[in-house]
């Protein structure tokens, strides 16, 4: 499986950036897609998670971020509203299989800047 990730860019806080993830190959043992993302000098941290029918999100981007999958494209979406400096990050899409505890996938990144 590959996971490409794309959308980043820079942005005014307040703005808004849609970031896109492309699964290709074997992917129909995934039932778990998430988005993480790591600022300078800080741990890679969750924003949101979907699995099915369920989204768990971060607390820091509840409210602000929204992920959505689009089946016939095998890719997985990240809406992000109100943008704040506070979201500049490098962001990564990851992939789990069924069975796995951890992500068995993940994309390459996308660097997000929020300047304020």
């Known amino acids: 499986v590959q996971l490409q990730a794309s959308g980043g860019g820079l942005v005014q806080a307040g703005g808004s950036l849609r970031l896109s993830c492309v699964a290709s190959g074997t992917t129909f043992n995934i039932n778990t897609m998430g988005w993480f993302r790591q600022s300078p000098g800080k741990q890679r941290e969750l924003v949101g998670i979907?699995?099915?029918?369920?989204?768990h999100y971060a607390e820091s981007v509840e409210g602000r971020f929204t992920m959505s999958w689009d089946n016939a494209k095998n890719t997985v979406y990240l809406q992000m509203n109100s943008l704040k400096s506070e979201d500049t990050a490098v962001y990564y899409c990851a992939a789990r299989n069924i069975r796995s505890v951890l992500y068995d996938y993940w994309g390459q990144g996308t660097l997000v800047t929020v300047s304020s």
């Open positions: 979907m699995s099915g029918g369920f989204t």
